[in-house]
């Protein structure tokens, strides 16, 4: 890895095994783009690359120049206003009322490793040597506002870390009404656009069109980064798929308001740009304050969409992700909330518990309504001290008892909200964000906590830190179960109204920074309404995250599908659920639901009491067998192979690192009489390998498997008698494949 600057051409070239950036400095001092692909050889000059060109209709930035005009040439953070009219990457209002600005190039640093971000989640190194970062001073002449963009190049995959930050070095006021994390200009639009999109219960699913000339965008305006979208795009060519192709990945380090966006110009080059949503943004910079955006990442890669979020994974699985329990297999929990959701009492609970641990599940989760006034969605929120007629020795009495099992405690909070009914609104009606004079909405009963108040996170810091400190608890689900409407905060002036949303998140994340490092042993698992904050900035704090309120195992293959482009199997939260399911009366088999969690955190909600003792002894098996496998299916490399989005039949597979044993799960949604042959070519096997199919107990090489392919055909289905075990609807398999022996390597 390296990162070279040539002082003639003023030309900088990031590269390492994978990739290349490459951008120069104008001769005005802005910063142009001239590559970010695989890596190619370093010359001295790239200048070529810079096609300027007289065309009709266009704007010239100097006099008596017909050549420069920043609409024809690719930027590193263009800006509106001279010449170039894309959307740009920053917008700055001024105390005259201006908003053109003009950042030109200053000076520069590169040095080892990657510093972090204030008060923002960010990738990291261990070790100064993963890693270099570039920092570009600019300055817009004018205004003394001063931006440093950072670049950091990992050593290895094609990973840009990028971010900017705002200084203002004059002495007037100004206000920052956009500011983007990531602008990337490409040279050309032959891509396709992908996002993960959807809404509560149905989250990422996979959706592709065609880029074309004009804007096409996702984004949240609603305070988390939502159940709609998720903060994550890939550009991909058209002829890309999973095994080979251009792909680029742009995702945003951040769990609030943000924007994803393409635009493709007249003359089809393609700008993204990707950061804070600027509609309702706007931050006031006085003299010597700064903004620092959030952190984006972008990973090049020309081998398929699985080899782009394999990179993805590994580097937010370990360099983003912190904490004891990072590199750590996920215990298998059991959750009480579709087991009976507000009607429990502590007798109840530890019979469900009881019943787990008989199973072997390691670590018993209380869900909502331990608190408070808390009996249903009414009441209670805010007020963080058990209820001592469901528990009469509090929380602490209940996780003893439940570690008397041999079983860890977990519980849940919802730490921003609060309900009107609460102890903490009556005494301060004026800590939830609302605007005057106007009525406040509410989502499910309640209201959002203003976290941008610094004093409001400490109370609730207090609250739960009482708790952790008193009781012994080794997991915390974190919720939050409505978005923000109304969004203003009574402590900033109305200058700052813009500030709250970000201010907001920032506040989220100072609360999850404390409890973090005060209880360092607790595992984190985040949730919004299931999957509603399921974004990289929580991954920081929260190694794992509840994908999805909806547990049903063929709605299930499609949200952890669409996850795994970006995000590691061991953050997807996934369980075991009761049938007839509970989001859609689904009735699917019990081993289709396991098979489905397997490829996640894995699982129980639901009462195992109320099993037959068939199916108990099955869930033995279960945990047995996800006991054996965790590691490999958490941190193991995980390959797409059948989309749920195309067809009947979803099939996707992990291998562990040395290649010598691999989990593939098949799931077909309708069963079929008589059908046909079909096989599925497998991948990242060692080709050399000989590995024994657990199915047949035959034995395949890797390059049959992964070439010819498994054969997957069910010649059986639709019939039935005999020895013959009836396939079903919904049915699913597991395929087990290790490697004989090194000795079965073949030599041909
Ligand atoms: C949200 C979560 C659920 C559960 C409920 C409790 O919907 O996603 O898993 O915790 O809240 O109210």
């Not at 960010?122 to 817009?140: I, R």
């Not at 493709?264 to 700064?290: M, Q």
Request: aromatic share 12%; with cysteine.
């Amino acid at each position: 890895m390296s990162i070279r600057y040539n002082e003639h051409t003023r030309t900088f070239h990031l590269q390492n095994d994978t990739i290349s950036y490459i951008m120069t400095v104008l001769p005005g001092g802005q910063m142009a783009g001239l590559y970010f692909g695989s890596r190619i050889h370093h010359k001295e000059d790239f200048s070529y690359l810079l096609e300027t060109a007289s065309r009709p209709m266009t704007s010239y930035l100097y006099e008596g120049d017909r050549t420069i005009s920043l609409e024809h040439i690719k930027q590193e953070y263009g800006v509106y206003g001279s010449t170039d009219y894309r959307q740009p990457a920053a917008e700055v209002i001024q105390e005259n009322g201006s908003r053109i600005s003009d950042f030109r190039y200053i000076r520069h640093t590169i040095s080892e490793g990657k510093p972090a971000l204030p008060g923002l989640p960010a990738t990291y190194t261990e070790d100064s040597s993963e890693a270099e970062t570039l920092t570009l001073f600019l300055k817009d002449p004018v205004t003394n506002l001063s931006l440093k963009l950072f670049y950091t190049i990992f050593a290895r995959g094609g990973i840009i870390a990028r971010s900017a930050r705002f200084i203002n070095e004059g002495t007037k006021t100004l206000h920052l009404s956009r500011a983007m994390s990531l602008c990337m200009d490409l040279p050309d639009s032959d891509y396709e656009f992908l996002h993960f999109s959807g809404a509560w219960a149905r989250e990422r699913h996979l959706k592709k069109r065609k880029l074309e000339q004009g804007i096409q965008s996702v984004g949240s305006m609603r305070g988390n980064s939502s159940h709609n979208h998720n903060p994550f795009i890939i550009l991909k060519r058209p002829s890309a798929d999973e095994e080979k192709g251009e792909c680029i990945g742009f995702s945003l380090i951040y769990s609030g308001n943000f924007l994803a966006q393409a635009e493709v110009d007249a003359y089809d080059t393609t700008r993204i740009l990707l950061g804070i949503h600027p509609d309702c943004f706007d931050w006031k910079l006085e003299e010597n304050e700064s903004f620092q955006t959030p952190e984006a990442v972008m990973i090049y890669t020309s081998h398929g969409l699985n080899h782009l979020s394999q990179t993805f994974h590994k580097l937010y699985q370990k360099r983003l992700a912190r904490g004891v329990w990072r590199d750590r297999p996920r215990p298998i929990l059991i959750n009480n909330w579709e087991a009976t959701y507000f009607d429990f009492t502590q007798e109840r609970l530890v019979d469900i518990a009881a019943k787990a641990r008989d199973c072997g599940v390691e670590l018993f989760v209380l869900d909502d309504g331990w608190f408070g006034a808390r009996r249903n969605d009414h009441a209670g929120l805010g007020d963080w001290t058990a209820n001592r007629k469901l528990l009469p020795g509090g929380i602490t009495e209940l996780a003893k008892k439940i570690e008397e099992l041999g079983m860890m405690f977990g519980l849940w909070f919802e730490p921003e909200m609060v309900n009107k009914d609460s102890e903490l609104y009556r005494t301060h009606p004026d800590w939830i964000l609302s605007t005057p004079g106007r009525s406040s909405s509410h989502g499910r009963q309640q209201y959002v906590l203003d976290f941008s108040r610094p004093e409001i996170v400490d109370y609730i810091y207090e609250q739960m830190a009482k708790i952790l400190r008193e009781a012994s608890i080794s997991y915390i689900k974190w919720d939050m179960n409505r978005s923000i409407t109304e969004c203003y905060s009574y402590a900033y002036p109305a200058d700052r109204q813009g500030e709250i949303f970000h201010r907001y998140i920032l506040g989220v994340y100072d609360l999850y920074e404390r409890l973090t490092s005060e209880f360092p042993k607790v595992l984190f698992e985040s949730c919004a309404s299931g999957g509603g904050r399921f974004d990289p900035g929580l991954l920081y704090y929260a190694p794992q995250g509840w994908a999805s309120d909806d547990t049903d195992a063929v709605e299930r293959l499609k949200i952890q599908y669409g996850t795994s482009y970006c995000y590691p199997i061991s953050s997807i939260g996934s369980h075991v659920s009761i049938t007839p399911n509970h989001q859609l009366n689904r009735i699917t088999p019990l081993h289709t639901r396991a098979n489905t969690a397997y490829f996640g955190t894995f699982g129980y909600e639901l009462d195992l009491n109320k099993l037959t003792e068939e199916e108990q002894e099955a869930v033995k098996q279960q945990v047995l067998f996800m006991k054996k496998y965790r590691r490999l299916l958490q941190y193991g490399t995980f390959y797409r192979l059948c989309s749920p989005f195309d067809g009947n039949v979803t099939a996707w597979m992990a291998v562990n690192e040395d290649k010598t044993c691999a989990v593939i799960g098949w799931y077909r949604i309708l069963n079929q009489t008589n059908s046909s042959f079909t096989r599925i070519r497998l991948q990242g096997l060692d080709p050399e390998m000989c590995y024994t199919n657990n199915m047949d107990g035959q034995s395949y090489f890797g390059d049959e498997l992964m070439n010819l392919g498994l054969i997957t055909t069910d010649a059986a289905a639709g019939e039935a008698g005999g020895d013959i075990i009836p396939s079903c609807d919904f049915d699913s398999r597991l395929y087990i494949l290790k490697a004989e022996s090194l000795s079965g390597k073949s030599s041909s």
